[in-house]
């Protein structure tokens, strides 16, 4: 999970939203992610799992099963604050042929009442959709 050539010079934390003091909650993150993520702002600290608050969440999805079964639990959690919804880029030599791509991770999104506001590309192998509760309409 190296950053390759032609990828921003903007620090990974900063491009994900991790803001000083956050608790960033990690579902199904791969191992060596937290190197990956590099220096975290301030009193920011993450945490493994879907429990407890969290301010952001970044949810690592490896198969459209897995998308499919955890969207509706992980679309409650975004009314705590956003949700990074992140896939295997199909160029990725470990992703999966039944792994989700952007479509797929967006239409589930939206199908549970979640609004995406931003794309990251992680780095090779993942890339993320950001999503927040849609607001109710108002008159």
Same mark, same amino acid.
């Given at each position: 999970?190296?950053?390759?050539?032609?990828? +921003?010079?903007?620090?990974?934390?900063?491009?994900?939203? %991790?803001?000083?003091?956050?608790? *960033?909650?990690? %579902?199904?993150?791969?191992?060596?992610?937290?190197?990956?993520?590099?220096?975290?702002?301030? &009193?920011?600290?993450? $945490?493994?799992?879907?429990?407890?608050?969290?301010?952001?969440? %970044?949810?690592?999805?490896?198969?459209?099963?897995?998308?499919?079964? &955890?969207?509706?639990?992980?679309?409650?959690?975004? $009314?705590?604050? =956003?949700?990074? %919804?992140?896939?295997?880029?199909?160029?990725?030599? $470990?992703?999966?042929? $039944?792994? =989700?791509?952007?479509?797929? *991770?967006?239409?589930?999104?939206?199908?549970?009442?979640? *609004?995406?506001?931003?794309?990251?590309?992680?780095?090779?192998?993942? +890339?993320?959709?950001?999503?927040?509760?849609?607001?109710?309409?108002?008159?």
């Amino acid at each position: 999970m190296n950053r390759p050539a032609g990828y +921003s010079g903007t620090p990974l934390a900063k491009k994900l939203g %991790i803001k000083p003091g956050m608790t *960033v909650g990690l %579902i199904g993150a791969p191992q060596e992610f937290p190197e990956v993520l590099g220096e975290l702002p301030d &009193g920011a600290r993450l $945490s493994a799992g879907a429990g407890g608050h969290a301010g952001l969440r %970044i949810w690592f999805v490896r198969r459209e099963v897995e998308l499919a079964a &955890g969207i509706a639990r992980v679309a409650r959690l975004a $009314s705590e604050g =956003p949700v990074w %919804i992140a896939w295997r880029k199909k160029t990725a030599r $470990s992703a999966p042929a $039944s792994g =989700p791509d952007e479509n797929a *991770v967006r239409n589930a999104g939206l199908e549970a009442g979640l *609004v995406d506001y931003k794309v990251c590309a992680i780095d090779e192998t993942w +890339s993320g959709l950001l999503f927040a509760r849609r607001r109710a309409p108002t008159d």
